[in-house]
């Protein structure tokens, strides 16, 4: 009987000291994921995140397949598409939670309706190879790229695999039209597979101009890449990154902690700092190089989020009949 009892107490014992294991899917870079699980769980010791990481495009496409198989498996989902948010949200499959940290967030960068909320900002924008292009050459609007002197030197990503780059083009398209993006394959504009490919082969000298996200910039300057960026003088291209809990989430308190953590000062200075990111928080102090969070948004184009989504498969189809 006494070793009945004594295996019954270790039991609950082990039950009232059990981690909570809160899923997260997310393409957060996996350098700034380590910090932020690192500091989340030191400040929330009984909840265990665990992570499944990948491409925006991959995550997305778990999330349709478990859809099919029953439900999705994640309790909050942090990705780089708002529009995929307003997706799920008109599909009733996110939960609304309106975080007291979010009071300290632009409302450019969150849900009126409070079902998801923007975490970091990346500009998709200008960037150079310092050796090869001095600052008095730079462009300050996109227009300016057509420019002879540009001939066969830029570099960009296809949206056709990067939702960063699929959000520069509905840009483009909006503000010039389709004959400006043909007049860019004109000049010779290099497409390729991925922002990372962009931002490596702008490094090596391979290209003059690259058409990428800031963030990737900075941090290859930061590790001594002759590398640079600019902000163009008007329609920087903004894309925040939300983050929003599953409906019907087991761990609704811990997914609600998690987005607190992440909005949080704390939280967006690991951004900051890990990832060279801007953040959403005025209060927090922007990277080094990029300008006043509220200047930059004055000099940025307000995205129609849920027209892109209507109007995301159109502009892959045209664009692959232009860059063919």
Do not use: C
């Not at 198989?69 to 609304?96: C, F, H, M, N, Q």
């Not at 391979?206 to 290859?220: C, E, F, H, Q, T």
């Not at 811990?254 to 967006?268: C, H, L, N, P, R």
């Amino acid at each position: 009987m006494k070793k009945f009892l004594v295996a019954i107490s270790l039991v609950v014992f082990v039950v009232a000291f059990a981690k909570v294991q809160l899923v997260l899917y997310t393409s957060v870079p996996s350098s700034i994921l380590v910090e932020i699980e690192k500091a989340f769980e030191r400040a929330n010791p009984d909840i265990d995140l665990v992570v499944w990481r990948s491409g925006t495009s991959k995550v997305t496409a778990k999330i349709t397949a478990e859809l099919k198989a029953g439900g999705i498996k994640a309790d909050v989902l942090w990705t780089a598409d708002p529009s995929y948010y307003i997706y799920l949200k008109e599909r009733g499959l996110l939960e609304k939670y309106i975080s007291p940290e979010s009071r300290y967030i632009p409302d450019t960068f969150k849900d009126s309706q409070g079902y998801f909320v923007g975490t970091r900002i990346m500009a998709v924008t200008v960037a150079y190879n310092t050796d090869l292009l001095g600052k008095s050459d730079l462009p300050r609007t996109w227009k300016d790229l057509l420019a002879k002197r540009f001939k066969n030197s830029i570099i960009s990503a296809s949206p056709l695999y990067s939702g960063t780059s699929l959000v520069w083009l509905y840009a483009m398209v909006k503000l010039y039209g389709w004959d400006f993006l043909e007049k860019l394959a004109d000049n010779g504009l290099t497409i390729v597979s991925s922002n990372k490919t962009v931002s490596q082969e702008l490094a090596k000298g391979s290209y003059k101009i690259a058409i990428v996200l800031d963030y990737m910039i900075r941090n290859l300057k930061s590790k001594g890449s002759h590398v640079d960026l600019t902000y163009l003088d008007e329609n920087n291209v903004l894309i925040w990154s939300p983050i929003a809990i599953i409906k019907g989430t087991k761990h609704l308190e811990e997914a609600k902690k998690f987005v607190d953590f992440v909005i949080s000062k704390e939280g967006q200075k690991i951004l900051v700092e890990k990832g060279k990111l801007i953040p959403v928080r005025s209060d927090v102090e922007m990277p080094e190089g990029a300008p006043n969070l509220k200047d930059l948004i004055s000099r940025s184009l307000k995205i129609d989020w849920s027209d892109l989504k209507k109007q995301s498969d159109e502009l892959k189809d045209e664009f692959s009949d232009v860059f063919e």
